[in-house]
């Protein structure tokens, strides 16, 4: 598919999605400018936050996609930030604006980190609303990817929400998210990790290196793809559980619900989720590069293949000390200092090909794989409920 040229995709209904997904370890190049273009205007955005209260409660928040932004680099700045002055939560936008009372406190200064390909979505802009009623010192911090869109228009001339925009390419076309989630994942990343730009410029050339091998080995998940199943698992710890939500859903979407879809932990996995797998069933497990998680992600690789039950286990993994004996798709151990977090915007290419290659295996269109409009790329038919 990204050796193909444009009039062979698009019969396939592909080329959108195709060319998105393939564009991102450019874009990643795009956003790491943005960050250092606006990073003096981030830092002191922070830093009068900061002296203006003791602690502030920071919601990453977002929907679908959006939201798992959020939970991909949660976990790991909550490891990497000082929550006696950061409290660090990743709340959906669509529960936040069904449960707001359950999240949003008058009386504790917030600062609502909105994630959004178009920011016109219903949810999102209500969360906005419902926060600036309830929270009396509200803040908001915008990274969206559409100038044009509510969420950014909303921005301007605000002192209390500074909008970073992300690389104009990001605003994918395409039905699913790709580069807007990627891109989105990357930009929380350099905001909030108190790494030097020296390292964060080191872990952006290493993800883009990764992300390049993703699309010159698209042969080796193309043989993945010809066997015969009906159903992925997806697994990772940490960072990588959240990551898992996104690569089901990518699949979940492109090929409409044909293949159906599960995610867990390795951990959580054991406890019933791990029926879910039969001989048809393919099992992808994000490996940590963090060696203590590592060892359980390890374990349960090695658990299935001696199931023999599931009709391929792959780990996606960082060559490291100990790798799993089976079918891997791993990376040169150049990248084993890569955080989790990092990790995920290489890993979830895989994810991401996995569902374009399988869309057209079931002979769904990859650009517009709803076909009867069910579900659609900026969500409708959302009622927004007054809130007293």
């Known amino acids: 598919m990204f050796l193909l040229e444009e009039e062979k995709l698009v019969p396939l209904g592909a080329s959108i999605t195709t060319a998105e997904i393939r ?36 919601l990453f928040t977002g929907a679908g996609t959006s ?26 936008t669509t529960t936040l604006v069904s449960n707001p009372y359950q999240f949003l406190k008058a009386d504790i200064p917030t600062l609502l980190v909105s994630f959004a390909r178009s920011g ?17 010192d509200f803040y908001q911090l915008t990274i969206t990817c559409a100038k044009d869109g509510e969420l950014a228009k909303r921005a301007k001339g605000d002192d209390n929400n500074l909008l970073v925009l992300m690389p104009e390419r990001s605003n994918d076309q395409g039905f699913a998210m790709t580069g807007s989630y990627t891109c989105m994942t990357l930009a929380a990343l350099l905001i909030f990790d108190p790494l030097t730009m020296e390292e964060k410029l080191a872990f952006v050339e290493t993800i883009r290196l990764m992300g390049e091998s993703v699309i010159k080995r698209e042969e080796n998940i193309q043989k993945i793809i010809n066997l015969d199943f009906d159903r992925v698992v997806y697994l990772g710890s940490g960072c ?8 089901q859903l990518k699949l979940l979407e492109l090929t409409a ?56 286990i792959c780990a ?10 089976g079918y891997t798709f791993s990376f040169d151990s150049v990248a084993q200092k890569l955080p989790d977090a990092y990790l995920a915007l290489p890993f979830v290419m895989i994810g991401q090909t996995v569902a374009l290659l399988a869309s057209i295996k079931v002979g769904n269109k990859p650009d517009t794989p ?19």
């Not at 029926?275 to 060892?295: G, I, K, M, P, W």
């Not at 709803?370 to 007293?388: A, D, L, Q």
């Open 23 to 58: 564009q991102q370890p450019d874009l990643w190049d795009e956003t790491f400018s943005v960050y250092v273009d606006k990073n003096k205007e981030i830092q002191e955005f922070l830093r009068l936050l900061s002296e203006k209260h003791n602690r502030v409660r920071i």
């Open 67 to 92: 939201a798992y932004v959020g939970e991909t680099v949660t976990p790991y700045l909550k490891e990497k930030t000082d929550e006696k002055k950061w409290e660090l939560q990743s709340v959906p």
């Open 120 to 136: 016109n979505s219903p949810e999102s802009v209500a969360a906005v609303e419902l926060a600036k009623q309830i929270v009396t």
């Open 240 to 247: 990588l559980e959240g990551l898992t939500r996104e690569a």
């Open 257 to 312: 619900g044909k293949i159906t879809t599960a995610f867990d932990s390795p951990l959580g996995f054991r406890h019933g989720p791990k029926s879910f797998v039969n001989e048809r069933a393919l099992v992808f497990v994000f490996v940590s590069n963090q060696h203590y998680t590592r060892q359980y992600d390890l374990d349960l690789l090695t658990e299935l293949k001696q199931d023999n039950i599931a009709n391929y």
């Open 316 to 325: 996606i993994e960082v060559d490291g000390e100990r790798n799993y004996d």
């Open 370 to 388: 709803s076909p009867k409009g069910t579900v659609n790329r900026v969500v409708k038919g959302v009622t927004i409920h007054e809130y007293e």
